[in-house]
């Protein structure tokens, strides 16, 4: 467990109220110093001590950058929450004390470790599960939950678009799909989720030119904007993208081949201040996408994801999860550095 530390009298840190001077350590003892005093404003009663929450991290450098920005570690900071690296070249039970454990790096000798310390420190909280993230990396399996799931209330459907697995051999492609009975156009992502190579296959044959090992999906007219619905522990937010356009059938009986697109979520732009058709801008109903987190964490047995939702067009209730992706782009989304710092305190508060 982390130290103690003293902070204002009522116990909660407020970042906007106070500006927090200068902060002194000894030890794992931290005192905030607010306008030249230590924070212990109510008059006749002892500072509080709070626990401070030692956060080990083990990100990527762009990950670092993207989500450990100056702004979420002065929250975290008053909050009581202290971000540490983990050094990757020293055993990791000599570091720390930690309380939770936040990761994203790829490697089977990493989930090794991290899979030991779990073992021997299980009052620690790895985010997340290693099995349960390896689960998400795989297309295949992915969508299995939501499939398994089969949503379906008042206020929508949600599925998955109807795909299939390719591991070899290219030249069996168009037999498989027909075998299948898979719709034209079909979208071609690698099996591996943390390659983000998107294709459009227009015709059949053209499938053969494909690089297995793949998942072949059905490409779902949606209005050209996608759902990214970002989950923090209990914790939802949804935002709008941009997102492939609308295939028509003229347009599909006109081409064919295949058309790469490298990386095209991570070029998408919002969407949420663009002047959209109300009827494809309309977020999809919070109880369902309450209902769908709720279900998904239990499942996945993960606390920090998000999920690619897409509406079909025309429809206005019909929803598919098209992807799923551990430990996303966070910046990304509003208020995050709020939201995931309380849901780091209720994790070491639940303890
Ligand atoms: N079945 C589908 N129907 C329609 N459009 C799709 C479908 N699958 C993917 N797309 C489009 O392609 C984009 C990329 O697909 P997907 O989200 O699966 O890839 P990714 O590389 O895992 O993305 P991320 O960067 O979110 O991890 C989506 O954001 C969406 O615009
Ligand atoms: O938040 P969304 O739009 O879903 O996109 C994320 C991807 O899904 C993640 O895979 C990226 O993280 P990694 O580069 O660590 O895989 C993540 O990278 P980032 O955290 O550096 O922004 C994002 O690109
Ligand atoms: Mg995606
Ligand atoms: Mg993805």
Known sequence: MGGEA?????????????????ERRSGEEMVAVVDGQKKNSTVGQLPQPMKIVVVGYA????????????KLEGIARNKGILFVAIDQTKPLSDQGPFDIVLHKLSGKEWQHVLEDYRQTHPDVTVLDP???????????SMLEDVADLNLSDAYGKV?????LVIKKDPSS???AVNSAGLRLPLVAKPLVAKSHELSLAYDQYSLKKLEPPLVLQEFINHGGVLFKVYIVGEAIKVVRRFSLPDVSKPELLKNAGVFRFPRVSCAAATADEADLDPSVAELPPRPLLEKLARELRRRLGLRLFNLDII??????????????????GYGKMPEYEHIFTDFLLSLAGSK
Do not use: W
Not at 321 to 328: A, C, E, L, M, Q
């Open 6 to 22: 003293y902070k204002t009298a009522d116990g909660v840190a407020k970042e906007e109220e106070v500006e927090v001077e200068e």
């Open 59 to 70: 990100l990527t450098s762009k990950k670092i950058k993207s989500f450990l920005q100056p």
């Open 130 to 140: 290693p099995d349960a993230i390896q689960h998400v990396y795989n297309r295949q």
């Open 159 to 163: 599925g998955v678009p109807r795909q």
């Open 173 to 175: 492609i168009p037999d």
């Open 311 to 328: 509406r079909e067009h025309g429809s206005a209730d019909k929803y598919y999860v098209i992807d799923i992706n551990y430990f996303p």
